[in-house]
């Protein structure tokens, strides 16, 4: 059974910091180009930390740039996500994708809130 999931979100002041988790079972994450995504209430899905990009270094979305910082452990098989310096305009359901030519799997979304 193949399965991403997700763990470390919740409610969180501005300027505070989350670590999001996912750990995938049923494949090896080494394998697999592995995203971040997020989506908030009434926009679209936004792809905001991939890692093993080809012939570059990581391209963050620019909303994010310089507060969140995409990593994996290849023995633990596990994604994460450094999230600091929250802003209100962060508060998203976070997923983690892995992608392999045909296939693509998804977490089942963890919520992120930043609110005072």
């Known amino acids: 059974q193949v399965q991403l999931v997700e763990s470390g979100g919740g409610l969180v002041q501005p300027g505070g910091s989350l670590r999001l988790s996912c750990t995938a079972t049923?494949?090896?994450?080494?394998?697999?180009?592995m995203r971040w995504y997020r989506q908030a209430p009434g926009k679209e899905r936004e792809l905001v930390a991939p890692i093993d990009n080809v012939g570059g270094p990581p391209n963050y979305a620019d909303s994010v740039k310089g507060r969140f910082t995409i990593s994996k452990n290849n023995a633990e098989n596990t994604l994460y996500l450094q999230m600091n310096s929250l802003k209100p305009e962060d508060t998203a359901v976070y997923y983690c994708?892995?992608?392999?030519?045909?296939?693509?799997?998804w977490g089942q979304g963890t919520q992120v809130t930043v609110s005072s």
């Open positions: 049923g494949f090896t994450v080494s394998n697999y180009a």
């Open positions: 994708n892995a992608e392999r030519g045909f296939r693509s799997y």
